[in-house]
């Protein structure tokens, strides 16, 4: 689905990733965790070419983005969609127009856009805030309009950067859901970053710890559910990743 | 009416006409020369979406340079290249072209001030939604900071007015010209009272009008 092979970058004299290997597969949720400044936003953000890799391939459906053209980079960019840490929607535009911009950059027909979008707005619960405003909603549902403008291009995979850290651990709890329907019945592939282990263990299959911008280990994990996580103190993911920081 | 207003009319509203056309011509500027300049004077900014050093640093000392003079003295200056423009450098045609002048780079600044105050993160999502560089600037930066763009408009329409005051060097006219011809070298000090009084409901009325449609574009 996805791979990224030798990637490293450099800011200047700094190496902030240095040699990255690994492949996301099809229809998995995989998780990208670590200390901040540990290089794990940069890995995730070479992934749609956000950051330019330095050197190395990142191949999206059999495409390398790195060596790609600006043109072939935004149509590629249309079929990957990518969720942040401040939801970054347009302040300006309701709730409808924000989702419905996606489409417009796509070039969705027009005749066609309406019924899309307020079926994406359904899916994440927002139906009828449909006219507000990003500065009307709370932070759990301006995230949801902002998951909703991802998906709206059926996306086959969805990159989220620190989708929760500012969110209190209630919504955290149901933007993981939704996160989770989106991969269990849309069957989209997601990765996903997060300095919090209890995001990573609840929803991942895989977990790569990443350190001083390596890789340290990529382990298959057993997703522990939504469901109170305070039942489950002591895990396999807590101690991999009090060795690997 | 005051009498001395009645008795002067037929002038006063040439005068206001005249200004009139001033003020179009240098709103003219800003929109089509001033916010394009801004626009790329934001793009070409380091670590922006068109970084570059080379046409960043013309446009910013261009519009520093037209900046820094004393507006009477830019007026003089250029007279020669205005007599190319127009024909002539005498008159309210000849006056527009230094006010078009001031007028987009006076604009151009706070264009690329309002664009700078967009959110990093919103351009961030652009991008990774495949958004061209244009589709930014119309979809995502133009919208964002639209009622900054709207409040630097109007704060710089008040800035024309009073440059366009001083076009009386040239005969550019207007209704500031007015003031100074009858009100001050005629002595008619009542009248340059009137026309202040004018001039203070005019500024008056575009301040209103910019803040009360830059507050109704503002979401945020």
Redesign the interface.
Known sequence: MLELHNVTKRYEQQLVVNDVTLTIESGEIFGLIGQSGAGKSTILRMM?C?EKPTSGEVIVDGRNLASSTARE??????S?G?I?Q????????TVYDNVE??L???HYPKSKRKERVLECLRFVGLEEMHRK???QLSGGQKQRV?IA?ALVNEPKIL?CDEPTSSLDPKTTAEILQVLQQINERLGVTIAIVSHEMDVIKRICHRVCVVSKGEIYKIVPIEPLGIASIEDHPQTFVDELLREGV | MPDILVQYEQEIIRSIMQTGIMLGISVLSAVIIGLPVGTFLYLTSKGKLLENKVVYNVLNLLVNIIRSFPFLLLVIFLIPFTRIVVGTAIGTAAACVPLAIIAFAHYARFVEQSLLEVPKGVIEAAISMGASTKDIIFKFLFVEARSGLILGLTTSIVSFISYSTIMGVVGGGGIGDFAVRYGYQQFMVDLMLYVIIIMIILVQIIQIIGTTVARKLDKR
Do not use: S
């Open positions: 749609n956000l980079l935004r149509e590629a960019r249309k990957i990518m942040f401040h939801f970054n929607l347009v302040a300006n535009k911009l996606a417009v950059l796509a405003y990003p500065a902002a403008r990159l």
